[in-house]
């Protein structure tokens, strides 16, 4: 039973082919990509018309960024792992493997961003390097946007 999702939280899974493998099925399951051509319009009107006005006004490397962020995502068997191993427990549900997903997409989203920032204030040009983005995360937690440690590293 599927519920209809907003189109930035939902994750698009293709249909399986007439008679998949067991290794097909878990790809299928692993692909996380947003696309919004293929998704029910749930939103209101006004809503859909200010995202078409926001869109018109990229840039084309802005247009390629955003369509680089809409079908990247995380996959479900690694975020799955990720949370068995914080939470201690084997029964991880898909409800919240995608919402976990999608914290994490949203969470790397503001790092790149705000690297891109760094990059414009340093007058550089070119791809994100390792200092702009440690720069991006020391900004975002002075920001409030980390969160602390609740433990202690296991290895420094």
């Given at each position: 039973?599927?519920?209809?999702?907003?189109?930035?939280?939902?994750?698009?899974?293709?249909?399986?082919?007439?008679?998949?493998?067991?290794?097909?099925?878990?790809?299928?399951?692993?692909?996380?990509?947003?696309?919004?051509?293929?998704?029910?319009?749930?939103?209101?009107?006004?809503?859909?018309?200010?995202?078409?006005?926001?869109?018109?006004?990229?840039?084309?490397?802005?247009?390629?960024?955003?369509?680089?962020?809409?079908?990247?995502?995380?996959?479900?068997?690694?975020?799955k792992r990720l949370l068995a191993s914080i939470?201690?427990?084997?029964?991880i549900s898909v409800p919240m493997t995608i919402?976990?997903?999608?914290?994490?997409?949203?969470?790397?989203?503001?790092?790149?961003?705000?690297?891109?920032?760094?990059?414009?204030?340093?007058?550089?040009?070119?791809?994100?390097?390792p200092c702009h983005l440690r720069e991006a995360?020391?900004?975002?937690?002075?920001?409030?946007?980390?969160?602390?440690?609740?433990?202690?590293?296991?290895?420094?």
């Amino acid at each position: 039973m599927k519920q209809s999702k907003d189109p930035f939280e939902a994750a698009f899974e293709e249909s399986p082919p007439e008679s998949p493998t067991a290794t097909e099925t878990e790809e299928e399951e692993d692909n996380m990509d947003v696309e919004l051509a293929k998704l029910p319009s749930t939103g209101d009107p006004h809503k859909m018309a200010k995202m078409q006005a926001i869109l018109s006004q990229f840039t084309e490397e802005q247009m390629s960024r955003y369509e680089s962020f809409r079908r990247a995502g995380f996959q479900k068997a690694n975020m799955k792992r990720l949370l068995a191993s914080i939470t201690g427990t084997q029964k991880i549900s898909v409800p919240m493997t995608i919402v976990v997903s999608g914290i994490a997409k949203m969470f790397v989203g503001e790092v790149v961003e705000t690297a891109r920032i760094v990059m414009k204030e340093r007058k550089e040009s070119g791809p994100i390097r390792p200092c702009h983005l440690r720069e991006a995360y020391r900004r975002l937690k002075l920001e409030g946007k980390v969160f602390k440690r609740s433990s202690s590293r296991l290895f420094r």
